[in-house]
């Protein structure tokens, strides 16, 4: 199995806590999109022995190509790969491509409905709609496009005609309380959203959001807030049918994300794009994250792409941090089998720890991380990466 993600580096307005690669200019979106074409017409040849059964549109805002240029985009990825008989294919977008709710008047952009309906009709069966909040102070100190009355009108839409669809939140925003940070995923439970894909605010270098910080006009984000917000999500979405089957991700039996659970499980996916990331097993690429240099780069023939040989160190690192998140945790026979016996005692060596204060637990040859331990995860499977294992790099 195989995925293929293509970037679509293009947005309305900067969110200020967004460190993607992305323009607020369309002014080259019909050079960008040939461009995404050329790669997918030169890169063909990367998954000759692998079926395709995720397309993913990611961004930026997908929901801001046309049906035409999505239509050209899904043929070129079925002329040129192998594809799977009924594979999830996946858009991303935002509330305010679809509806406009300005003092109570409601306003759909081409009419929401023939939008859903156009993008059934090309083959997309899931949606990904970035919410982050239904409260106006949030959405306005994100700095977000879509006001709440939006995101629940889009919502409203959307699941007439779609029964696939993952939605963002984002928790531990500067003055978001446990209360109203409840009422978010209540809002959410109550349009039968089978998926949420839910993230703490962090301040990420070079940021608006950081800037603001710094200077006083923002409360930094707290931490022990966000933790608090974190299991507060993790038990309403439990309690109501949901699996944290990744630390971020939460979905109803058949509902998971199936392009983001091949990239936890680490099987191969192809980037396509500025920005973009690929990943064949044995080597890790990306793509150059500039609009005018991808486009140039592609009217030449060539693909602006880095590529990086993994180490056996570098797959078992990134094994054990990928397992850790996911509800499938890391197993001990998989480390034994693809790394050695060195790396499996390195691994429980450093555990140990991590075990004794409950914030790892052993079940069935598996390493998972504990209710307690989830927050911390990441800092967890840092102290169980291994840097050299006797010069050992290979």
Not at 15 to 32: I, N, P, R, V
Request: charged content about 25%; aromatic content about 10%; proline content about 3%.
């Amino acid at each position: 199995m195989a995925g293929i993600y293509i970037h679509i580096p293009f947005c309305k307005q900067a969110c200020h806590y967004c460190d993607f690669h992305f323009s607020t200019s369309l002014k080259k979106k019909d050079e960008l999109v040939n461009a995404l074409v050329k790669e997918l017409r030169l890169r063909k040849d990367e998954f000759q022995n692998q079926t395709v059964e995720t397309i993913y549109f990611g961004g930026g805002t997908p929901s801001l190509l046309t049906i035409d240029e999505l239509r050209l985009l899904i043929s070129e990825v079925y002329r040129n790969f192998k594809v799977a008989e009924n594979p999830e294919i996946t858009l991303e977008a935002n509330p305010d491509d679809f509806v406009s709710v300005r003092a109570g008047h409601i306003e759909r952009s081409r009419d929401a409905r023939t939008i859903f309906e156009e993008y059934k009709s090309i083959g997309i069966n899931r949606l990904s709609i970035g919410i982050q909040s239904f409260f106006e102070d949030d959405l306005k100190l994100m700095n977000r496009a879509h006001n709440a009355a939006e995101a629940k009108e889009c919502l409203s839409v959307a699941t007439r005609y779609f029964d696939n669809i993952s939605i963002d939140l984002i928790y531990g925003i500067p003055g978001l309380s446990n209360d109203r940070w409840l009422k978010n995923i209540e809002t959410a439970l109550a349009f039968n959203i089978p998926h949420i894909s839910s993230y703490a605010l962090t301040v990420e270098p070079k940021t608006a959001l950081e800037s603001f910080i710094k200077k006083g006009i923002v409360e930094n984000v707290d931490d022990d807030v966000a933790q608090e917000q974190f299991h507060l999500l993790i038990e309403t979405l439990e309690a109501n049918g949901f699996i944290q089957y990744e630390l971020s991700n939460f979905g109803k039996p058949d509902y998971f994300s199936r392009n983001n659970s091949a990239y936890w499980l680490g099987k191969p996916y192809l980037g396509i794009g500025p920005s973009a990331h690929s990943f064949n097993g044995m080597q890790r690429g990306w793509n150059v994250r500039n609009n005018s240099k991808y486009i140039q780069s592609l009217e030449k023939n060539i693909v602006p792409i880095e590529v990086e040989t993994l180490t056996v160190t570098d797959k078992y690192n990134e094994y054990v941090m990928t397992g850790l998140r996911t509800v499938w945790g890391v197993s001990l026979q998989k480390i034994e089998q693809d790394f050695g016996m060195q790396y499996k005692n390195y691994l429980l060596q450093q555990a140990k720890k991590h075990i004794e204060e409950h914030l790892l637990y052993l079940d069935d040859a598996k390493l998972l991380v504990t209710k307690k331990g989830k927050f911390l995860s990441d800092g967890i499977a840092s102290d169980l990466f291994m840097l050299n294992l006797n010069g050992n790099n290979r």
